[in-house]
């Protein structure tokens, strides 16, 4: 048998398939800025040499590690408002559960990039004379950052994949936008095509950017 | 075979007896259960050069780096300029405790050079020296920068300011280091092993700067293998051994004349294959 494939019914309900896109780059726009905010302050409680900050991020972290994303939305969306009777919007939910599960996921990142710098840098500064705080902000992090682009970038890029799972919430980001114009049109070969082809474009120029990004970054070598 | 390193003219010993710029007093370090330093007691005059010699894990490294609290003490209390360092907690003088604010305080005012050097790689040659200045010291960038290029300039560096250290030689980049410690401008200087990463061809210009500045009359401490210039630099030897001062004295004693067999022992190991 051979399948007439046919684009155009698909291609005609392109605003609905932008609005998508568009809405795919927010909310993982949004996701990434507070992930590496929560990243960040699970990273610097890993690091301290308190065992009760510790404790709390290194499960935190395990959690999330061990546990598939798409029970953390269903979870933010579900559970939150029978528990604590708050209920969530698709998008603030989305974005809850996908920050926490990338900061988690960002913190292995920070911490390990920050880890990774010789104890000779460490001690450097510190015989200069420099606080915990000088030392981190002008020697340890500038360099770390450097190592961290890469592992990050890759983070980043399974977060943007994942926010395919907020149509679950009937957020109308492109994979939801996706299934509105394939029960129109009944074309699932050309939609989810056309879609895979828009997360390609979407990532490939990501990746071309942070190429740019992490060329500036390492350009001292 | 030729040696680069002349001797260092000394100063004569002035007559009063200097205060002691450093005093340490029974000093441990434990490494878990290795005992590494045994009670030590010591004290360095101002402008005295002490040379630290002594086998791989006797301690001399341990030592140097209590000094300036790489290493913290296991107990023993270290005196800077008369004042004691830290605070003992009531009733157990044993144990001190070294606020941060303290610790890079002392810091600032004893510097340390690194075997591996220890260069700042995503700073320039200038920024590395800068940077103890602007960020420790809070100082004007112009006049750190000044300050970092007189520096650079004594060590040979003057022409390298904008290169990064990853594209220096060994050498120039432990002279950049000494630079950068230099330009803090500390009241002591540590020397941990300097030239034992170095290629031999380049040990000479590292030690050629840190003579130049014992001419100077710098107070320094020095953990060495090279034990041709501490006999020229240093105006006192110690030999280390098994955590404690084995043998102490001036570089004619120690080196040329040693008393203690274990000291005769570790000498004759060096001369062993010489020519």
Same mark, same amino acid.
């Not at chain 1, 605003?15 to 302050?41: R, S």
């Not at chain 1, 970038?153 to 509105?180: C, D, H, N, P």
């Given at each position: 048998?051979?399948?007439?494939?046919?684009?155009?019914?698909?291609?005609?309900?392109?605003?609905?398939?932008?609005?998508?896109?568009?809405?795919?780059?927010?909310?993982?726009?949004?996701?990434?800025?507070?992930?590496?905010?929560?990243?960040?302050?699970?990273?610097?409680?890993?690091?301290?040499?308190?065992?009760?900050?510790?404790?709390?991020?290194?499960?935190?972290?395990?959690?999330?590690?061990?546990?598939?994303?798409?029970?953390?939305?269903?979870?933010?969306?579900?559970?939150?408002?029978?528990?604590?009777?708050?209920?969530?919007?698709?998008?603030?939910?989305?974005?809850?559960?996908?920050?926490?599960?990338?900061?988690?996921?960002?913190?292995?990142?920070?911490?390990?990039?920050?880890?990774?710098?010789?104890?000779?840098?460490?001690?450097?500064?510190?015989?200069?004379?420099?606080?915990?705080?000088?030392?981190?902000?002008?020697?340890?992090?500038?360099?770390?950052?450097?190592?961290?682009?890469?592992?990050?970038?890759?983070?980043?890029?399974?977060?943007?994949?994942?926010?395919?799972?907020?149509?679950?919430?009937?957020?109308?980001?492109?994979?939801?936008?996706?299934?509105?114009?394939?029960?129109?049109?009944?074309?699932?070969?050309?939609?989810?095509?056309?879609?895979?082809?828009?997360?390609?474009?979407?990532?490939?120029?990501?990746?071309?950017?942070?190429?740019?990004?992490?060329?500036?970054?390492?350009?001292?070598? | 075979?030729?040696?680069?390193?002349?001797?260092?003219?000394?100063?004569?010993?002035?007559?009063?007896?200097?205060?002691?710029?450093?005093?340490?007093?029974?000093?441990?370090?434990?490494?878990?259960?290795?005992?590494?330093?045994?009670?030590?007691?010591?004290?360095?005059?101002?402008?005295?050069?002490?040379?630290?010699?002594?086998?791989?894990?006797?301690?001399?490294?341990?030592?140097?780096?209590? +000094?300036? #609290?790489? $290493?913290?003490?296991? *107990?023993?209390?270290?005196? &800077?300029? @008369?004042?004691? %360092?830290?605070?003992?907690?009531?009733?157990?003088?044993?144990?001190?405790?070294?606020?941060?604010?303290?610790?890079?305080?002392?810091?600032?005012?004893?510097?340390?050079?690194?075997?591996?050097?220890?260069?700042?790689?995503?700073?320039?040659?200038?920024?590395?020296?800068?940077?103890?200045?602007?960020?420790?010291?809070?100082?004007?960038?112009?006049?750190?920068?000044?300050?970092?290029?007189?520096?650079?300039?004594?060590?040979?560096?003057?022409?390298?300011?904008?290169?990064?250290?990853?594209?220096?030689?060994?050498?120039?980049?432990?002279?950049?280091?000494?630079?950068?410690?230099?330009?803090?401008?500390?009241?002591? +200087?540590? #020397?941990? $092993?300097?030239?034992? *990463?170095?290629?031999?061809? &380049?040990? @000479?210009?590292? %030690?050629?700067?840190?003579?130049?500045?014992?001419?100077?009359?710098?107070?320094?401490?020095?953990?060495?293998?090279?034990?041709?210039?501490?006999?020229?630099?240093?105006?006192?030897?110690?030999?280390?051994?098994?955590?404690?001062?084995?043998?102490?004295?001036?570089?004619?004693?120690?080196?040329?004349?040693?008393?203690?067999?274990?000291?005769?022992?570790?000498?004759?190991?060096?001369?062993?294959?010489?020519?």
């Amino acid at each position: 048998m051979s399948y007439q494939w046919d684009f155009s019914p698909v291609l005609t309900r392109w605003p609905l398939l932008l609005d998508g896109l568009l809405n795919t780059v927010k909310i993982a726009a949004i996701a990434i800025v507070f992930g590496v905010l929560v990243g960040l302050v699970l990273a610097l409680l890993r690091l301290s040499p308190r065992r009760s900050l510790r404790l709390p991020a290194a499960v935190f972290v395990e959690f999330y590690r061990n546990t598939p994303p798409i029970v953390h939305f269903f979870w933010f969306f579900y559970a939150l408002p029978v528990v604590l009777n708050i209920s969530l919007d698709p998008l603030v939910a989305a974005v809850l559960a996908l920050s926490t599960q990338s900061g988690a996921f960002y913190a292995e990142v920070f911490r390990g990039g920050i880890r990774s710098i010789e104890r000779g840098q460490w001690e450097g500064a510190k015989a200069l004379g420099m606080t915990h705080t000088q030392l981190m902000r002008r020697i340890v992090v500038p360099q770390a950052a450097t190592r961290m682009v890469a592992p990050f970038v890759e983070r980043s890029f399974e977060l943007i994949k994942t926010t395919a799972l907020a149509s679950t919430l009937a957020y109308g980001e492109l994979l939801y936008q996706a299934m509105m114009v394939n029960s129109e049109t009944f074309r699932p070969l050309e939609v989810y095509s056309t879609v895979a082809l828009l997360y390609l474009v979407l990532l490939v120029s990501c990746s071309a950017l942070a190429r740019v990004a992490e060329a500036r970054l390492t350009a001292y070598r | 075979m030729q040696d680069p390193i002349m001797p260092v003219s000394i100063l004569p010993a002035s007559q009063v007896p200097a205060p002691p710029i450093l005093q340490v007093s029974g000093l441990h370090k434990w490494f878990g259960t290795l005992h590494v330093l045994q009670g030590i007691d010591f004290s360095v005059a101002a402008g005295e050069r002490v040379a630290i010699i002594g086998g791989s894990g006797s301690g001399k490294s341990t030592f140097l780096r209590c +000094l300036n #609290f790489m $290493e913290m003490p296991t *107990s023993g209390r270290i005196a &800077l300029d @008369g004042t004691p %360092l830290g605070r003992a907690s009531a009733g157990k003088p044993d144990e001190v405790r070294y606020p941060e604010s303290e610790l890079c305080r002392v810091r600032e005012r004893v510097g340390m050079v690194f075997q591996q050097f220890n260069l700042f790689p995503h700073m320039t040659v200038l920024e590395n020296a800068m940077e103890g200045l602007v960020t420790v010291k809070r100082m004007k960038k112009a006049e750190a920068r000044e300050r970092a290029l007189r520096e650079l300039d004594k060590v040979g560096l003057g022409n390298k300011t904008d290169v990064y250290p990853g594209r220096l030689s060994g050498g120039q980049q432990q002279r950049v280091a000494i630079a950068r410690a230099l330009a803090m401008e500390p009241e002591i +200087l540590l #020397f941990d $092993e300097p030239t034992s *990463s170095l290629d031999p061809e &380049l040990v @000479g210009e590292v %030690l050629r700067v840190i003579r130049q500045l014992a001419e100077e009359g710098r107070t320094m401490l020095l953990v060495t293998h090279e034990l041709g210039f501490a006999y020229h630099f240093a105006t006192k030897v110690i030999f280390l051994a098994d955590g404690v001062f084995h043998e102490v004295g001036t570089p004619d004693e120690v080196l040329k004349h040693p008393r203690q067999e274990r000291t005769r022992a570790f000498l004759e190991r060096f001369t062993e294959f010489s020519f």
